[in-house]
């Protein structure tokens, strides 16, 4: 476990649907609760540009989506190497370990669910140069628990000691059938991640979200997402209940349970998370049928503004759902 002091210095507080826990900076720099620059603590790609190692469209010239922030270390060993100990943010359960540097672009990595919160969501901490004794699937950890040392692991690129770094993803899992979608597709490499590999989580901006707690503008991960703009809003005609869905009770805007439901209306923010879930019922009247997909609003201003990962894309015939929607529409539902 961190150290009182230093625990002390990277705490803010979180109000969960049940009680008061510490949130924890992920590592130990208190840059951030300082109130220090970003260039204090976020560490950027080869390029130097400080908000490629932010969350959003960010490399690339604006092409290339990033899904975390890149935090660099503090303390470095005799050889140079990253030495700083990466925490667990908040109480939860450890969901996912690879330890096996080759298996992923994550590099070693471990996933914490942290289902004392409504909704329930992950937290990823990758690029481990190694993985701390006792941390494994189903244990549970508490803010602050350390989940790894900080290093450069990753496969199919070098991260030079120079740039070693955490990646720190704060994420929802789009299905508990990721598997089915995966074997779908055309991938030469096995998914060795099961329903917590990269293509299947779908998440927030860390900073953003660390900026809204710390400020106390906000009381927990439901009072952040309401706050997030809404981009679009898509209709599914379906009567399956997606098991998002399920998992996500919160995210729903009334109940269902006794109705015969025959579509979804789906409310996405600026980067794909579905946000907002409203049951619409055979009583409705609603014109479509099963497997339809409708844009049924957008903010025409936002996706233009938007260099990647859209939700829509804007052609001069009007929106178009994105190729990354429907990827995501089709892991969500089933589809085929």
């Not at 330890?99 to 690029?127: N, Q, W």
């Not at 789009?174 to 998440?203: C, I, S």
């Not at 979200?209 to 005609?237: C, D, S, T």
């Not at 995210?251 to 409203?278: C, H, M, N």
Request: hydrophobic letters at 40%.
């Amino acid at each position: 476990m961190v150290g009182p002091a230093i625990f002390r210095s990277l705490c803010l507080v979180f109000l969960l649907a049940t009680n008061v826990v510490a949130l924890v900076w992920p590592t130990p720099n208190p840059a951030f609760q300082q109130g220090r620059s970003a260039k204090d603590f976020i560490q950027p790609t080869a390029s130097g540009i400080l908000k490629s190692g932010l969350f959003g469209c960010v490399r690339n010239g604006g092409s290339r989506f990033h899904e975390g922030i890149d935090l660099f270390p503090l303390k470095r060993d005799r050889t140079g190497e990253a030495a700083d100990p990466v925490y667990s943010i908040l109480p939860g359960r450890v969901v996912h370990v690879s330890g096996i540097a080759g298996h992923s672009s994550y590099g070693r990595y471990v996933v914490v669910e942290h289902d004392a919160e409504k909704p329930v969501f992950l937290t990823l901490y990758s690029h481990l140069s190694r993985i701390a004794e006792g941390v494994a699937p189903g244990s549970r950890v508490k803010s602050g628990t350390i989940l790894g040392i900080m290093g450069r692991s990753a496969a199919g690129y070098t991260i030079p000691k120079s740039r070693a770094h955490l990646h720190f993803e704060i994420a929802f899992q789009l299905t508990d059938d990721f598997q089915d979608w995966y074997d779908r597709q055309a991938f030469k490499e096995p998914n060795r991640h099961g329903n917590w590999n990269g293509m299947n989580l779908v998440g927030i901006d860390p900073l953003a979200f660390y900026e809204a707690m710390h400020g106390r503008k906000e009381g927990g991960m439901n009072a952040h997402l309401k706050a997030l703009p809404v981009v679009a809003r898509i209709r599914v005609f379906t009567g399956k209940t997606p098991n998002f869905v399920t998992r996500h009770p919160a995210l729903v805007t009334r109940s269902f349970q006794e109705a015969a439901v025959t579509a979804w209306d789906i409310a996405f923010t600026k980067y794909g998370l579905p946000v907002q879930w409203t049951p619409r019922f055979a009583d409705e009247g609603l014109t479509g049928r099963a497997g339809d997909v409708q844009v049924l609003a957008y903010q025409q201003r936002l996706l233009e503004g938007q260099s990647c990962k859209r939700v829509l894309d804007m052609g001069a015939s009007g929106p178009r759902i994105s190729r990354g929607t429907l990827d995501d529409l089709k892991k969500l539902f089933g589809f085929r």
